[in-house]
């Protein structure tokens, strides 16, 4: 299916590696211009060159910085837009934070749990609105998580703030909809990619130990990958799924039930 996304630009944070990157190539194939952001410079522009060598200079374009912060949001989307053109879309990818199991979970964890993955999601949709609602055009994309839809043991601030990035999407949606404005958000199950958590766990001695589980808890019986993830963001970023707002897709193998 042609997507109708070339030529579009979509900014995406988290972008230098794993779920961020998988969205960026699926869009840059589409033909998509694509601005990536992270908090890595070096690896920011490995990424860059990486993706540039094969789809084109003029398709990728890449600022480092904090995309928790709103003076670095708004300085990724002003450059994205003087270098690359007005702004279709915005992933905010951004998330996790380490925090400890159980009840305890002391003040300052619980706000940068929280600043992590719900304030960092809303300030990306916040400044890319400002952008996409006078045009009456676009589409923002929140990466969530299934910890965000059943209660699965996972820490405290990750799937609580996981929950509010959905229901964030899905107010955001009623709000941009009128201006033909559209917002979803994409809960990923367990991807594994180079440097990623699930990576590291299945390197270590318990490796094996986490594939039953994943054998017995996904119907699909087995671990997803980032490209997976991004076939699915392009999906929901283009004008193909224009009927589509206010949706939380569980992408997992059929895990949450």
């Known amino acids: 299916m042609e997507l109708d996304l070339k030529g579009r630009v979509v900014a995406i944070a988290g972008a230098s590696r794993g779920i ?9 194939a589409e033909g998509a211009k694509v601005a990536i952001s992270a908090r890595n410079p070096e690896a920011l522009e490995a990424t860059r060159l990486r993706l540039a060598e094969r789809y084109g200079e ?12 709103t003076n670095e949001i708004e300085a990724c ?8 053109g007005p702004l279709w ?55 969530s998580s299934i910890a965000g839809i059943d209660a699965m043991g996972s820490s405290l601030t990750y799937g609580v703030a996981k929950a509010a990035v959905n229901h964030l999407g899905q107010e955001l949606a009623r709000l941009a909809g ?10 990923p199950g367990n991807i594994v990619f180079q440097g990623g958590t699930w990576a590291e766990r299945l390197s270590g001695p318990r490796g ?25 963001a392009a999906f929901m970023l283009s004008p193909r799924a224009s ?7 569980a992408v997992d193998g059929g895990q949450t039930r």
Do not use: H
């Not at 009840?103 to 996409?132: C, H, K, M, P």
């Not at 094996?208 to 699915?232: C, H, M, N, Q, T």
């Open 20 to 28: 961020g990157l998988g969205i960026a190539e699926t869009c840059l």
């Open 58 to 69: 003029d398709c990728v374009w890449a600022r480092a910085g904090d995309m928790r912060e």
């Open 208 to 232: 094996d130990v986490w594939r039953r589980w994943v054998d017995r808890e996904v119907p699909l019986k087995r671990f997803g990958a980032p490209e997976e993830i991004g076939s699915v």
């Open 178 to 187: 009128p201006a033909n404005v559209r917002v979803n958000a994409i809960a």
């Open 243 to 249: 009927f589509m707002t206010g949706m939380v897709a």
């Open 89 to 143: 879309g915005a992933v905010a990818n951004v998330g996790i934070y380490p925090c400890p199991p159980g009840i305890e979970v002391d003040d300052e964890t619980w706000d940068a749990g929280f600043r992590q993955n719900l304030d960092a999601a809303y300030r990306l949709a916040r400044s890319a609105l400002r952008r996409l609602v006078p045009r009456g055009e676009g589409s923002v994309l929140l990466i």
């Open 77 to 84: 989307l002003n450059g994205a837009e003087a270098e690359l």
